[in-house]
């Protein structure tokens, strides 16, 4: 099995927090900023995706994975859609806005999902 397969919820617990400084790279990495490991519990707010699932947002606990100029990577127990927003609170700071890039399963009821951090939307007053 090749570093690349083993996923996140193969490691124990220490080993995915005991990982720190900048994510190796491949020859075929198109990314615009290099990443590093950010393995943190964190507080977000789902939004639904399109109103259609829920009527409130949802207030939950993920756990990070890795971070980067444009984005944060996570894992969740429910599926997200690209295009959904959630707002993550990093050490009780104001929430940062994210929208859902990718979304991949890893087992049941176990996901990884990407996100691009977003600006706020200016509210006239």
């Not at 959904?84 to 049941?108: K, S, T």
């Amino acid at each position: 099995m090749t570093q690349e397969a083993v996923t996140p919820l193969m490691e124990s617990v220490d080993d995915f927090f005991g990982k720190g400084g900048p994510l190796p790279t491949s020859f075929n990495d198109v990314r615009r900023f290099p990443r590093f490991y950010f393995r943190t519990c964190a507080e977000a707010i789902i939004h639904p995706f399109c109103d259609r699932q829920t009527p409130a947002p949802v207030q939950c606990f993920v756990l990070t994975c890795d971070l980067s100029r444009s984005g944060l990577s996570l894992l969740h127990s429910k599926q997200l859609f690209p295009g959904q927003r959630v707002d993550i609170i990093l050490n009780g700071e104001p929430p940062r806005l994210l929208e859902v890039v990718w979304c991949r399963r890893l087992a049941n009821h176990r996901y990884a999902v990407g996100c691009r951090f977003r600006k706020a939307n200016k509210s006239a007053s």
